[in-house]
């Protein structure tokens, strides 16, 4: 999941926090509370208590727990074992491990320059 350039966790939303709003971050966020509202990271993981309720904007997103909504990723999707994604999802790789779950649109997308992170995410899913 991590690169050399991302090999820690900056921000933790911790098993009993509850969040609303839009967070817009430089790092990787770790969800294992609940988030609702809209993330921008540069690289977000939903751990498996994690909950998020919103749109994800990022480079790449692992699914551990459960997300309601869309996620743009540059790079990679992966939909862990005990993973649910219920929403449309835009990314150049998508993975889903055995057990996870998947309901929604996927489009796949290359050619984006690394790091940018598109948010206008209704007008690239149709």
């Known amino acids: 999941m991590f690169n050399k350039?991302?090999?820690?966790?900056?921000?933790?939303?911790?098993l009993n926090s509850l969040i609303?709003?839009?967070?817009?971050?430089?790092?990787?966020?770790?969800?294992?509370?609940?988030?609702?509202g809209s993330v921008k990271a540069d690289w977000v993981v939903v751990g498996e208590k994690?909950?998020?309720?919103?749109?994800?904007?990022?480079n790449g997103v692992t699914v551990g727990g459960y997300v309601e909504g869309n996620i743009n990723a540059h790079e990679y999707i992966e939909i862990m074992s005990k993973g649910?994604?219920?929403?449309?999802?835009l990314t150049e790789k998508l993975a889903i491990l055995e057990g996870g779950v998947f309901e929604g649109?996927?489009?796949?997308?290359?050619?984006?320059?690394q790091g940018e992170i598109s948010v206008d995410f209704k007008n690239q899913i149709e």
Do not use: A, C, N, W
């Not at 350039?5 to 911790?14: N, S």
């Not at 994690?50 to 990022?58: C, E, F």
């Open 84 to 89: 649910k994604v219920m929403g449309d999802v």
């Open 105 to 113: 649109h996927s489009k796949m997308q290359k050619g984006r320059p």
């Open 50 to 58: 994690g909950q998020m309720k919103g749109d994800i904007y990022s």
């Open 5 to 14: 350039k991302h090999d820690r966790i900056e921000t933790l939303i911790g």
């Open 20 to 36: 609303k709003g839009t967070v817009e971050l430089k790092g990787t966020l770790r969800i294992d509370g609940t988030f609702e």
